[in-house]
């Protein structure tokens, strides 16, 4: 049987009792099976209202943990390949989060925590303990002007891109924003300066680090009547020469509400650029330049439909309880603040 016809039966026969959950990164044919599409921020949204027994996560290992967190008593979380990692997320290590928060409260200052959700639970979990929560690049400005007053300064992990163009959107003076040197287990982290609001995590998006200002460049130059619109992932100087900037949700609605006939390039990933030049005919959507999530890639319909096929005795995705609870306050701040 091949693993489309398997995945159908499987979901024929489990009924209400599966729900297949999707990141619009996937490739076309696991979204084709997916019963909820979305970004981050969507599908964190839709956890606690599933009354699914089995909840299987197309999509990186940070995203299935957060699910598990959210998920209810009895409901069983799964990803088809436990080895889906993320790049961004793996730059910041919850033990060093937090020497690094220490070092800035040294003094006695009050910094807040927040992390991306492109971050493991342990890193949400520090957020939780520390009065901080998690963002995600729909709601990061919301999330930041909730942290800054809760404390006297924000420590945004792992995404320095997001974390600084998230502040810029917020009109904070760019002097206020300080890179951190994490090196040496956080040897070069000061303590909290008072003239600096956020202090960045210097991570990245291996995916949109790959975009920059010479591509954009190259489209004012060759097609200057095109739109350019990007991922806040980029770096600022892309952001900046971009026409829009924003969310998966944004990106899909801004390339939706394009004229009839233009050309637009989008700065994302590129499985989700492809599905809007295919949706869109009466358009022109192209990458800004092809750019795959290898992580995102190792979901694949054929280890669906064999984690379909085992789900009876397959080991779900499994978070700690010491880690859980902090890391589930942390989300739930952000849940309740983006209401």
């Known amino acids: 049987m091949t693993p489309t016809r398997t995945i159908t039966a499987r979901k024929e026969a489990l009924g209400t009792k599966l729900c297949i959950l999707a990141h619009h990164y996937q490739a076309d044919d696991v979204v084709r099976h997916a019963d909820i599409l979305g970004d981050s921020l969507e599908l964190a949204q839709r956890i606690d209202g599933l009354d699914a027994e089995h909840i299987v996560f197309c999509g990186v290992h940070f995203m299935a943990e957060t699910a598990a967190i959210l998920a209810r008593t009895g409901q069983k979380v799964h990803i088809p390949d436990e080895n889906a990692s993320c790049v961004m997320a793996d730059m910041v290590?919850?033990?060093?989060?937090?020497?690094?928060?220490?070092?800035?409260?040294?003094?006695?200052?009050?910094?807040?925590?927040?992390?991306?959700?492109?971050?493991?639970?342990?890193?949400?979990?520090?957020?939780?303990?520390?009065?901080?929560?998690?963002?995600?690049?729909?709601?990061?400005?919301?999330m930041m002007s909730w942290a800054l007053g809760q404390g006297d300064g924000v420590l945004f992990m792992p995404d320095a891109n997001l974390g600084r163009n998230t502040a810029r959107a917020l009109g904070i003076d760019p002097a206020r924003t300080m890179?951190?040197?994490?090196?040496?287990?956080?040897?070069?982290?000061?303590?909290?300066?008072?003239?600096?609001?956020?202090?960045?995590?210097?991570?990245?998006?291996?995916?949109?680090?790959l975009f920059h200002t010479e591509h954009v460049s190259a489209i004012r130059r060759d097609e200057p009547g095109a739109l350019v619109l990007v991922h806040p992932e980029c770096s600022p100087e892309v952001v900046a020469m971009a026409d829009g900037a924003g969310s998966t949700s944004y990106l899909i609605k801004a390339v939706a509400e394009a004229p009839a006939g233009s050309t637009i390039y989008v700065g994302t990933e590129w499985n989700l650029v492809n599905r809007l030049a295919l949706r869109h005919t009466d358009r022109t959507v192209r990458p800004l330049r092809t750019a795959l999530?290898?992580?995102?890639?190792?979901?694949?319909?054929?280890?669906?439909?064999?984690?379909?096929?085992?789900?009876?005795?397959?080991?779900?995705?499994?978070?700690?309880?010491?880690?859980?609870?902090?890391?589930?306050?942390?989300?739930?701040?952000?849940?309740?603040?983006?209401?």
């Open 179 to 209: 890179r951190l040197d994490i090196r040496g287990q956080g040897r070069f982290v000061p303590a909290a300066d008072p003239s600096a609001s956020i202090y960045l995590w210097p991570g990245l998006c291996a995916v949109h680090a």
């Open 293 to 339: 999530c290898s992580n995102m890639a190792k979901i694949t319909e054929e280890n669906l439909a064999r984690t379909l096929t085992a789900l009876d005795t397959a080991e779900p995705v499994r978070v700690d309880d010491d880690i859980a609870q902090p890391a589930r306050i942390a989300l739930q701040r952000m849940l309740d603040a983006c209401r």
């Open 93 to 142: 290590p919850a033990a060093l989060a937090e020497k690094v928060l220490t070092a800035l409260n040294r003094d006695g200052a009050h910094i807040i925590p927040l992390t991306y959700v492109n971050s493991s639970a342990a890193v949400k979990a520090v957020c939780g303990r520390h009065g901080g929560s998690v963002c995600t690049s729909a709601n990061a400005k919301t």
